[in-house]
C-alpha cells in the first residue's frame, strides 16, 4: 500500500511492483536503499538471526526468506538474505540521527551486529540524513 500510495504515483503509476515473494531469484534488484535499526539490523535481519547461514553467508545461494515474528511492530516479515542483497547493484544505506550514527560506528570496527555484516563487503554507499 505504502508504495501503490508514495512511490507509483504520475509517470511512474504505469510501472509495475514486483513485491519480494514473486521476486525472480536469479536476479538482483537494480538499487537497494537501506534502513538501519537501532540494534543494527537492517532489511528485517536481526541479531537473533545472526548465527542463521541462511541469512547471512555470503556464499549462500541468494533467496527471498520469511522471519518469525521479531522486530518492533513484533511481526514476521519477507526480505533478502545477505547474498541476495550484496547482488545489489547499487546498495545505498540511509542512516538518520546521532543514535544511528553512534550505533554505526560501532559496527565499522566489530563484527557482531547485522550491519557489520554488510559493511564487511564494499559497495554499499553510506548516506547520512537528518531527522
Do not use: C
Not at 509495475?16 to 521476486?23: D, T
Not at 548465527?51 to 533478502?80: C, Q, W
Not at 551486529?113 to 540524513?129: E, F, K, N, Q, W
Amino acid at each position: 500500500r505504502l508504495v501503490k500510495e508514495t512511490l507509483l504515483q504520475d509517470r511512474a503509476a504505469s510501472a509495475k511492483f514486483i513485491g519480494l515473494e514473486e521476486w525472480p531469484i536469479n536476479q538482483s534488484p537494480d538499487i537497494g536503499v537501506l534502513g538501519m535499526g537501532e540494534d543494527g539490523h537492517f532489511a528485517s535481519l536481526f541479531p537473533a538471526m545472526l548465527e542463521a547461514d541462511l541469512a547471512f553467508d555470503p556464499h549462500a545461494a541468494p533467496r527471498v526468506i520469511s522471519t518469525v515474528p521479531m522486530g518492533n511492530p513484533k511481526v514476521s516479515r519477507v526480505t533478502m538474505n545477505l547474498s541476495m542483497i550484496l547482488g545489489i547493484q547499487t546498495r545505498i544505506l540511509l542512516i538518520v540521527g546521532e543514535r544511528k550514527k553512534s550505533i554505526l560506528q560501532k559496527a565499522l570496527v566489530s563484527n557482531d551486529l547485522p550491519i557489520s555484516r554488510l559493511l564487511a563487503h564494499d559497495g554499499t554507499r553510506i548516506v547520512y540524513g537528518s531527522d
